[in-house]
């Protein structure tokens, strides 16, 4: 399970209209149906088949079209009615439609139905309404959709079959299927749309990124404009397709062809690059849209945010995807491409890196480090302000581009955080994914009512999704390039042992001390090992790790150490150290040219000014090397914890049994009804939503009276605790609010009366719970962040977890190997495994209350916060003794929904 957003059954509320993308790369608007649809609603069902009307209606007549047009356009509570809408300029097209109606109020079910007009079928329109109307469904309370069909529409049952979700079949006498589809979002089904919205992606991107021909508008005839600059570049990099500039005053600008205005360009140009001045880039964007150009890139800056937002409505009305404004630029190369339309300093090298960057700056600093190492940019895009073009759609391009090998990005903001973990997590399974993890530090932690809330910082949600995604997240342009030097020669090392070589002792040791405290080991070699060293560099070497061969050794000597111990398989990668000498010849190329099968070689040259070159091996083509050890170690450490992520288990979403999704919800938009502005949970009540998600609390009882607390204690016949209880209070240790071990009707009375006596008015009930077991106390929690969504934390509990400072951090929905990775990273796995003898803890059964915890957060989109602190493991299991729980309205938003920014 993922965690699909459940709400208890409603009346359907319209949806908001947002734009999407068919598989060729086409913009749809997806939005309810209205009255003044009725016109073209009526066109589309007019230019329908005979056949295809029978197929949706069971009736070939004309009439059961005019009558669904008119039905659409009058609004149902129990109904859901959406169309497909593309433009054409000035006028828009249905080009499909979809229903899905209730069965009966308050009815968790619903039938469903589609048209897709003549002409546009096979471009998934069909499957693009079943997923919003699904969407629409999840909102309203409903579980499963309907669907009931002639036995040879097999266009209806493709796009059932295909759009990811669960379903069934059952046929009936006299050709009629009945389908029923479960709404379940797991994670097999995410896994589709993300298919789907790749290569949608992808294609919109085409003309972007590998146009038909090019128009630069605003090119100015003088040197040193901006136009001027990009239009320059195109012709020095070679662009050999369709090139024109726009210039009111110009025929002709460089040697190229220049229109004057926008409607007298040649109909080839699939990319405008617009170099105008803020106030006349609506215009030319407008003029763009009515001559057909596929794609915009926008230099222009600043552009006002009134602007940015006329300017991204144009792009959806004509279909245009846009890069900026406020941007660099793009640029790709390839076999039979080579465009620069960026106004850098200088062209940057073609070659295998994807790279996208916000800021300008970054952007030509990143493409100069790679033209210089030899690696280039594939394809590369300066995003600026964002209007439309994200870091989501560029992943999409290079998941599926074929010459992209590593990925390179700068983002300072995420638009769907969500929804790139999980994008970047699919690219990175098979190419490298690389990022500056810009925007680490914290104004200042929040004030909050938890802990767990308290301890989140922009750094860690960050720091989590890299983590989560694969993403590899350095902390400067220089080790983002560093980096990226080392995993584009493929290197992927096994574990983290590392073998030390170097022909000067003291770098030897420096190198080693690099290693250690960049989180890698320099193991003891084996005798055997050793004796073979020695015998090949002579008694004077000192062949333990770190190896030092001693000056007088050359690079024949040193190729040979290097192969000989990543033969032996006791280390899983080689850090070569070279200084160079009088006495020796020393090419820059020894540890290229060894031959270590699987096990990398990083060569540091201790005399190198740049932090890292490459240079050409004999077999292994370009490798860096390094200035220093302490840059090649922290290179060598995100090559482990890269191939590390790659070798882990537990990619999926594990399905959580005994959950009750939607109890759960009732529970909340019953308190919701009541403090419509939200708030803390009462512990019964919060007891009870954990419990609807398979989280075993201490038993308790909320008692308001003397009376109350005093039959409460008696039920289960051993020692309770006292907990005073009003909804603000947060620390009840600190201010004397809890009593221990109370046992019989006269110890409970007099604990009632000392609380009662203490705290006075703004007691609101005391809460009578078990005496917990011993165990290792622990604290789970969850911060439901508007953006980045739910973030589990995981620590050592109790009344010290603050002091303790254990806690760890991933983003929701939790894979098996999230869970497993929280609390084995953490502190508190000591405790679980038994420290110094005392008894441990279920370890499993922590990480399947995480995983609840997780799920919870993610259905039950308006629990902003909640904490259990402590809870109790033991080894025959865990249970929650204290937790809060605090909820606020929200608008449910389905982070993976297909739409565009």
């Known amino acids: 399970m993922t965690g699909s957003r459940t709400a208890a059954p409603q009346a359907v509320t319209a949806t908001a209209a947002v734009h999407a993308l068919l598989t060729d790369g086409t913009t749809v608007s997806i939005r309810p149906s209205a009255p003044e649809d009725l016109d073209n609603l009526r066109a589309m069902f007019a230019e329908l088949s005979a056949e295809s009307l029978r197929m949706r209606f069971f009736a070939s007549g004309a009439a059961a079209g005019r009558g669904a047009a008119e039905r659409l356009c009058e609004p149902h509570t129990d109904r859901i009615a959406l169309v497909a809408v593309v433009q054409h300029g000035e006028r828009e097209q249905i080009v499909g439609e979809g229903e899905a109606w209730r069965l009966g109020p308050g009815a968790d079910a619903a039938e469903v139905g589609f048209t897709v007009a003549e002409g546009w079928r096979g471009r998934g329109i069909g499957t693009l309404l079943l997923e919003h109307l699904a969407d629409a469904g999840r909102a309203a309370g ?58 949608a992606c992808a294609a919109s991107l085409r003309p ?39 210039n009111p005053r110009a025929d002709e600008i460089a040697g190229v062809p220049c229109a004057r205005s926008v409607d007298l360009l040649p109909h080839q140009v699939d990319l405008a690059v617009l170099a105008v001045p803020a106030d006349a880039l609506v ?18 800056s600043p552009v006002p945010a009134s602007v940015r937002t006329v300017l991204k409505a144009v792009c959806r009305r004509y279909g245009m995807r846009l890069v900026g404004p406020n941007c660099l630029g793009v640029a790709a190369f390839g ?93 990175a399974r098979v190419k490298p994914v690389l990022t500056v993890a810009a925007g680490r530090s914290a104004a200042g932690s ?61 770098t030897g040791v420096l190198a080693a001390d690099s290693c250690v405290e960049a989180g890698l080991s320099v193991p003891e070699f084996s005798a055997a090992l050793t004796k073979r060293l020695s015998a090949l560099l002579g008694p004077a070497a000192a062949c333990g790790n770190p190896v030092d061969s001693g000056p007088g050794a050359d690079g024949v000597l040193l190729r040979k150490a290097v192969e000989t111990v990543a033969a032996s398989g006791e280390v899983d990668a080689v850090l070569l150290s070279l200084v160079p000498t009088a006495l020796a010849d020393l090419p820059p190329t020894v540890g290229a040219d060894a031959r270590t099968p699987g096990v990398p070689t990083v060569t540091v040259l201790v005399d190198q000014a740049a932090s890292v070159d490459t240079v050409l091996g004999a077999d292994c083509g370009r490798v860096p090397v390094y200035g220093d050890a302490e840059t090649a170690t922290r290179a060598l450490a995100h090559a482990c914890a890269y191939a590390e992520w790659l070798r882990r288990p537990g990619s999926e979403v594990p399905a959580v049994p005994g959950v009750r999704s939607h109890d759960a919800a009732r529970l909340l938009s019953v308190f919701l009804a009541a403090h419509p502005e939200g ?22 009882v909320l008692a308001d009276s003397e009376q109350t607390a005093v039959a409460a204690a008696s039920l289960w016949g051993s020692p309770v605790v006292l907990k005073a209880y009003w909804p603000e209070l947060v620390h009840k240790s600190d201010v004397g609010g809890v009593l221990l071990g109370l046992s019989g009707a006269e110890a409970v009375r007099a604990g009632w009366r000392s609380l009662k006596q203490r705290f006075g008015e703004q007691l609101a009930g005391v809460v009578v719970q078990e005496l917990a077991p011993q165990g290792v106390e622990l604290l789970a929690g969850v911060d439901n962040d ?25 983003l929701a929905p939790l894979t098996a190997a999230d869970a497993e990775d929280l609390v084995s990273g953490s502190r508190a796995a000591t405790l679980l495994a038994g420290y110094r003898g005392r008894p441990g803890g279920d370890a499993a059964a922590v990480r399947d209350v995480l995983s609840r915890l997780a799920l919870l957060a993610a259905e039950q989109t308006c629990v902003a916060e909640a904490e259990i602190n402590p809870l109790i493991a033991t080894p025959d299991g865990v249970q929650a003794v204290d937790f809060r729980v605090r909820v606020e309205p929200r608008t449910a938003h389905d982070p993976y929904l297909r739409r565009l920014r």
């Open 142 to 199: 409903i579980r499963t959709f309907t669907a009931e069909t002639l036995a040879d529409n097999l266009a209806m049952k493709r796009v059932i079959n295909s759009a990811g979700l669960r379903h069934s079949s059952a046929y009936e006498h006299g050709g009629t299927v009945f389908h029923d589809i479960d709404l379940t979002e797991d994670d097999a089904y995410l896994e589709v749309v993300a298919d789907r919205e790749f290569a």
């Open 208 to 246: 972007l990124f590998a146009p038909r021909g090019v128009a630069v508008v605003g090119a100015g005839r003088a040197l040193g404009g901006v136009g001027r600059a990009i239009l320059d570049h195109l012709v020095t990099a070679g662009f050999d397709r369709p090139l024109f500039a726009v």
């Open 283 to 300: 215009e030319a964007a407008v003029a763009c849209g009515r001559h057909g150009v596929r794609a915009l890139t926008a230099v222009t």
């Open 335 to 427: 076999a039979d491409l080579a465009m620069d339309a960026t106004f850098g300093a200088h062209t940057p090298l073609g070659g295998s890196a994807g790279v996208g960057v916000q800021s300008g700056g970054v952007g030509i600093a990143v493409l100069d480090h790679l033209s210089r190492l030899g690696i280039g940019a594939g394809s590369f895009a300066s995003l600026g302000d964002k209007a439309d073009v994200s870091g989501n759609d560029l992943l999409a391009w290079w998941a599926q581009d074929p010459d992209t090998k590593l990925v390179l990005l700068h983002l300072e903001s995420f638009g769907n955080p969500r929804k790139f973990a999980r994008y970047a997590r699919r690219v």
């Open 446 to 506: 929040r004030a909050a009512a938890s802990h767990t809330s308290a301890s989140v910082t922009p750094g860690i949600t960050r720091e989590a999704l890299y983590r989560q995604a694969g993403v590899v997240a350095t902390r400067s342009v220089a080790e983002l390039v560093e980096t990226a030097a080392l995993l584009d020669t493929g290197a992927r090392p096994a574990g983290r042992r590392v073998a030390v070589v170097s022909n000067g002792g003291g």
């Open 679 to 700: 708030g803390w949970l009462p512990p019964d009540r919060a007891a009870d939503l954990l419990a609807c998600y398979g989280i075993r609390c201490a038993r308790m």
């Open 786 to 810: 508007a953006v980045f969504g739910p973030l589990v934390a995981f620590g050592i509990g109790g009344t010290d977890t603050d002091l303790a400072a254990d806690r760890g951090f991933r």
